[in-house]
């Protein structure tokens, strides 16, 4: 499973392929200056196709960087799953510090309830 880390990572590598997505794209109907010659079937064969190219990396773009927001949410459950750990066992520290100073006889106080299971995709 990937870290935190590794999810930031993918994170910008996934923005990244989006913005290239975009840029693809960038300019096409700018080739289409007063030098060319155009109409008739073939300028809309190539009008549509530009049209279905420009949807097409929109779309892709789109999809990119919710992967990407994705990939940063769960970043974040790792982190703060890391977070709730070390303060756990931060307590549980403590528990023993205090379980081992008690007096012979005194009743042991109840141990830290640790965290939550995090989803099947955290690790640490």
Do not use: K
């Not at 870290?3 to 590598?13: N, R």
């Not at 300028?43 to 789109?62: G, K, M, N, Y």
């Not at 750990?85 to 009743?107: D, F, I, S, T």
């Amino acid at each position: 499973m990937p870290t935190a880390i590794e999810f930031e990572i993918s994170a910008d590598e996934l923005d990244r392929a989006a913005d290239e997505a975009e840029l693809l794209v960038t300019g096409l109907r700018d080739l289409f200056g007063p030098d060319v010659l155009s109409g008739g079937e073939l300028t809309r064969l190539v009008e549509t196709t530009i049209d279905v190219a420009e949807r097409t990396s929109q779309t892709s773009a789109t999809e990119l960087r919710d992967l990407a927001g994705t990939c940063r949410t769960r970043a974040a459950t790792c982190r703060q799953y890391a977070d709730d750990v070390a303060a756990y066992n931060n307590l549980v520290e403590a528990w023993r510090r205090e379980r081992n100073a008690l007096p012979p006889g005194e009743p042991i106080p109840r141990r830290p309830t640790p965290p939550a299971s995090p989803p099947s995709w955290v690790e640490l």
